[in-house]
């Protein structure tokens, strides 16, 4: 089959590699049907991420058919189509237990395994470890243009931002970072009732999505950011901060936005140390989290894009096949010079 494989910092190729295939009785093949790229995947061909090593296939994000299956695996059997989420879960370890398979001990210690400790979704045809516990099914009323953003960004912003941040019926939210997260955490707050959705970016073009996408005010980065938002809030700030570029100036952005008992939610990748004003910060009574996905919502998602309440197919700006990667990657990597969001690849 071809398959996208990293070859150290700056170096990928679409090239030929053996078929996907069993290894466990707990695991299936799918074939790959719709897949796309993640910022992540941009952040480990820069080389920020270790553990990816060369000969890698990168990817986290799938909806495909199941092909071949485990003999211990019950709930799926070949020509199921189904959602390959970013997390895979053994549903037994400590973690999975407490509902929080974004922890999963069972494979290298951490949930998120494609593309990163086993071969990914970028590929004609994945192995998906314990696939009773970490497939959906993809209902019928969902597309596979839909259903690929219920994969990582959309659970991601929905449950590292909104779920994290509680936001509550009439909160003022401020949004750092219209990327795919970001409007996902948008998209996502209106479930909740917020009164006001305040979405900051530096592109033109991720701002006019989030108004689309639900937020009810947009403010372009500048001098005036902070003051801009405050002001907007009736001077008092929001009541949840969502913080989803993962650079220490928007962190420290999202974290002077908030009002006293309010909530700051990181949900960006951060690759360098940040230095917070602890001494200005400890006496507002705010609350600052933190972490990786479970995905852990993705049926309760599943279900609002089936009836329409999330107009997930809005994410796809640009579509390719797989023959195109190379493209798909620079039209997402060149994001705002494109008017991109996510891209959507197929065979
Ligand atoms: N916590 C998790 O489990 C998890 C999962 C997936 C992604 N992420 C992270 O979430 C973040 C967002 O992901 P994405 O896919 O939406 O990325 P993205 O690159 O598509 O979006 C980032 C957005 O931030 C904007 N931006 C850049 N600099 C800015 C600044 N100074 N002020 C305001 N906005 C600015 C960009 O214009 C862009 O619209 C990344 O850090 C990603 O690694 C975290
Ligand atoms: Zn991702
Ligand atoms: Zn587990």
Not at 59 to 67: N, P, R, S
Not at 149 to 176: K, N
Not at 208 to 215: Q, R, V
Request: glycine share 12%; proline share 5%; hydrophobic share 45%.
């Amino acid at each position: 089959m071809k398959a996208l494989v990293y070859h150290g910092p700056g170096k990928k190729a679409w090239e030929e590699v053996p078929d996907a295939a069993i290894q466990e009785p707990t695991d299936v093949v799918v074939r790959v049907d719709t897949t796309t790229i993640c910022g992540t995947d941009l952040h480990i061909l820069q080389g920020d991420v270790a553990a990816v090593t060369e000969g890698r296939i990168l990817g986290h994000e799938a909806v495909g058919t199941v092909t071949e299956v485990g003999e211990a695996v019950t709930g799926f059997a070949a020509g199921d189509r189904v959602l390959v989420p970013a997390i895979t879960k053994c549903g037994r370890c400590a973690y999975c237990q407490r509902g929080m398979p974004s922890h999963c001990q069972t494979v290298g210690g951490i949930g998120w395994i494609f593309g990163h400790l086993i071969d990914g979704t970028q590929a004609e045809t994945v192995r998906v470890p314990y696939a009773d516990t970490s497939l959906y099914t993809v209902p019928d009323g969902v597309t596979n243009e839909q259903a690929i953003f219920l994969a990582d960004s959309l659970p991601t912003g929905y449950e590292v931002g909104v779920l994290a941040g509680q936001v509550r019926p009439g909160d003022t939210v401020a949004v750092v970072g219209a990327g795919a997260v970001g409007l996902s955490a948008i998209l996502t707050t209106g479930l909740w009732g917020a009164s006001k959705v305040i979405a900051i970016d530096t592109n033109k073009f991720r701002l006019e999505k989030a108004l689309e996408f639900g937020a009810t005010d947009v403010v372009e980065v500048g001098p005036a950011t902070v003051a801009e938002v405050i002001a907007l809030t009736d001077g008092l700030g929001v009541d949840v901060s969502i913080e989803a570029v993962g650079y220490p100036e928007t962190l420290l952005t999202a974290a002077s936005l908030v009002r006293p008992g309010g909530s700051i939610a990181n949900i960006g990748v951060h690759g360098t140390p940040v230095e917070l004003p602890m001494q200005d910060m400890w006496i507002q009574n705010v609350r600052l989290t933190m972490g990786l996905v479970d995905t852990v919502s993705i049926p309760t998602l599943l279900k609002m894009v089936a009836s329409g309440r999330i107009p997930a197919e809005k994410m796809g700006t640009h579509s390719f096949t797989f023959g195109q990667m190379d493209e798909a990657y620079d039209v997402f990597k060149n994001a705002a010079a494109n008017s991109a969001l996510k891209v959507v690849i197929t065979p």
